[in-house]
């Protein structure tokens, strides 16, 4: 079984947004970056499959040279091998558009992406390559079992769950739950070592238009100072939530 | 030319968000002078469409379509938007149609934002305001395909009514394969979601302990709100990953979010950020929650939290 998985770059979850430019760009000036921790989760069922089954694992990305070292991590997490595009990654149509120029020439079994980014939180990577490449997709994926050439998935949806399958190929749009917290990978020493001697290839991205530009940002008004209620007058909290927030 | 909104129904029933995403629709129609044309599938009573503002209502009644199936559910919605000559989709940010909206995309060749809190800033180039960074920050985007997408937010522009004279179709549509099966569903029935809730309950690891849950499931039952957690409580196996909120879990939009022995993380905030009123219990003095909210009290859950409930109890009769 092949398997690739596509990677975002994010900024830590800790990281303060800042824009500078006339708040037209993101300030990346001190920005730790991580593997998008939905991509994670998907990246580390791959592995699963890889040790259980004897899948392949391809990681790819389109970035800049700066996402290098989050393509070598998910190298030392286990990736057998990571593909570059070698692109700003302006907006999901132009980012699913690349990865889908890679799948037609490789024959994947499985496609994993996040549902989405938790910088841009486009949520398009993966649906939009189901509908370029034809193939069966299932987003919000809490659960996936393949057996001989077909997929069971657990699709996430408001208030339950629905199981689904399908035939290979599929993409997955992988979320928190696919995989328990405690089984996500931490590279050890071995593992940074071999990365070092596994491929990452640098590929020429296509030509192609993204579909939106992100003119400005913007960051949320500061907040008002909080409003306490004595602990011991309750009574005063369901008057302020009744009288003044009026939610109650 | 019009503008195609998709009122999602279930049961033979429109959801919430349905109402909100037709009022944006009607509130965009106004700013762009066009119709507002509804999409849906199995509904009986449309009364709800007119009173809240749509010119066109079309209708496509097919049991083949019970069950919510993305790529056939797309396919309909793109045939009906190019019957249409629709330039604005407009759908809401439910899980079932987060799912459809990217393949939508690529049906009609058109872009799409998801996490629209408000209406467009200009019309022509349309520039939209959606949230990024997990709402840490909003962003202005410019969406130039002939044909554009946009997910509204939940509860980010309210349901409004707006009485209006409608002319109803019934749509046949050849319907597409779809290969994808579904095996089962379950869902819990008779349970606020988090998704369509005004009010959300949240427990962290302020509550010690699963045993304690009776607090927070007893408060949001008083409320009718849902049920909520943060990461570690649904990592130990204290609550299902679902209840799970944050930038990493579900974000939360609702009216009124109580946030019951959580530190406020900023992880946590990112999540819950977009809810309208925040309130916080936690005996720490200290606790970052306390910046987010918008009222607190500094106090032990276990003496806080029962006195809410009894006098809540007492308030709401
Ligand atoms: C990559 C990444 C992603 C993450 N994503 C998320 C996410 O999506 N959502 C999320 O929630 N977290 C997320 N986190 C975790 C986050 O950093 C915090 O660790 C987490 O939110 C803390 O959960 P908590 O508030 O329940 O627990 P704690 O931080 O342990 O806080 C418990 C609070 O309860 C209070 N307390 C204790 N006893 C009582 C009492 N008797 N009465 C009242 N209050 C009491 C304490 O004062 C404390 O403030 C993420 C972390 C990382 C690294």
């Known amino acids: 079984m092949n398997i690739l998985v596509c990677i975002s770059n994010v900024p830590d979850t ?10 037209s760009e993101f300030d990346t000036n001190g920005v730790q970056y991580i593997i998008n921790p939905n991509d994670e989760f998907g990246l580390t069922r791959a592995i699963w499959f890889q040790q259980k089954k004897g899948a392949k694992v391809t990681v790819l990305t389109v970035g800049e040279s700066s996402c290098e070292p989050i393509m070598r991590k998910c190298l030392a997490i286990g990736a057998d091998k990571a ?3 070698d692109a700003i990654p302006t907006d999901g149509f132009f ?3 690349q990865v889908s120029e890679i799948c037609k020439k490789n ?3 499985l496609i994993i992406a996040g549902r989405e980014s938790i910088d841009y939180n486009g949520g398009m990577v993966p649906g939009i390559l189901a509908g370029l490449l ?4 299932v987003t919000n994926c809490i659960q996936l079992e393949i057996d001989q050439n077909i997929a069971v998935a657990s699709r996430e949806i408001d208030g339950g769950k629905e199981i689904l399958s399908s035939k290979l190929p599929i993409i997955i749009g992988a979320q928190k739950g696919l995989v328990e917290e405690k089984d996500l990978i931490i590279p050890n020493m071995r593992g940074i070592m071999q990365a070092r001697q596994k491929p990452l290839d640098v590929i020429r991205p296509i030509n192609i238009q993204a579909k939106s530009i992100i003119k400005s940002f913007e960051k949320p008004k500061p907040k008002g100072e909080v409003k306490l209620v004595p602990s011991d007058n309750v009574d005063e909290l369901i008057n302020l939530l009744h009288n003044e927030a009026k939610v109650i | 030319m019009s503008i195609l909104v998709y009122t999602e129904s279930e049961n033979n029933n429109f959801k919430k968000n349905a109402l909100e995403v037709l009022s944006y629709g009607k509130a965009l129609s106004k700013i762009m002078n066009e119709k507002v044309v509804c999409v849906s599938f199995n509904i009986d009573n449309t009364e709800d469409l007119s009173l809240h503002g749509a010119d066109k209502s079309i209708i496509i009644n097919d049991t083949s379509l019970a069950d919510f199936k993305a ?4 396919n309909c919605i793109s045939k009906i938007a190019k019957k249409e000559k629709s330039k604005i989709i407009i759908l809401s940010s439910s899980a079932d149609c987060r799912y459809l909206a990217p393949l939508l995309a690529v049906e009609l060749d058109s872009s799409y934002s998801p996490n629209v809190v408000d209406l467009p800033k200009s019309s022509n180039p349309l520039v939209v305001k959606r949230t990024c960074f997990t709402n840490k920050a909003f962003s202005f985007s410019e969406l130039n395909s002939e044909i554009n997408i946009i997910g509204l937010s939940n509860n980010a522009f309210g349901v409004h009514e707006n009485q209006s004279e409608t002319t109803f179709e019934n749509e046949k549509i050849e319907l597409i394969e779809d290969t994808i099966k579904i095996n089962s569903t379950e869902k819990i029935t008779g349970k606020v979601t988090i998704a369509d809730a005004d009010i959300v309950i949240s427990g962290g690891r302020g509550l010690k302990g699963p045993e304690n849950w009776h607090l927070i499931e007893d408060l949001a039952e008083v409320l009718g709100a849902a049920t909520a957690c943060s990461k570690p409580v649904s990592d130990m196996g204290w609550r299902p990953h679902s209840e799970h909120v944050g930038q990493t879990g579900k974000p939360v939009a609702s009216n009124l979010y109580i946030a019951i022995g959580v ?17 916080v219990v936690n005996n720490d003095p200290e606790a970052p929650f306390f910046k987010a909210a918008d009222y607190g009290v500094i106090g032990d859950a276990f003496e806080v939290v029962p006195k809410l409930i009894k006098k809540l109890k007492a308030f709401k009769n």
């Not at chain 1, 800790?14 to 708040?23: A, E, G, L, V, Y």
């Not at chain 1, 034809?134 to 997709?137: A, I, K, R, S």
């Open chain 2, 263 to 279: 530190s406020g993380a900023i992880q946590h905030i990112a999540g819950i950020n977009s809810s309208k009123v925040k309130v």
């Open chain 1, 107 to 109: 024959n994947y079994d």
């Open chain 1, 95 to 97: 980012v699913a558009n």
């Open chain 1, 83 to 85: 593909i570059r595009i």
């Open chain 2, 71 to 74: 790529k056939t559910y797309s």
């Open chain 1, 14 to 23: 800790t990281t303060k947004i800042n824009f500078i430019n006339n708040d």
């Open chain 1, 134 to 137: 034809n193939y069966n997709f």
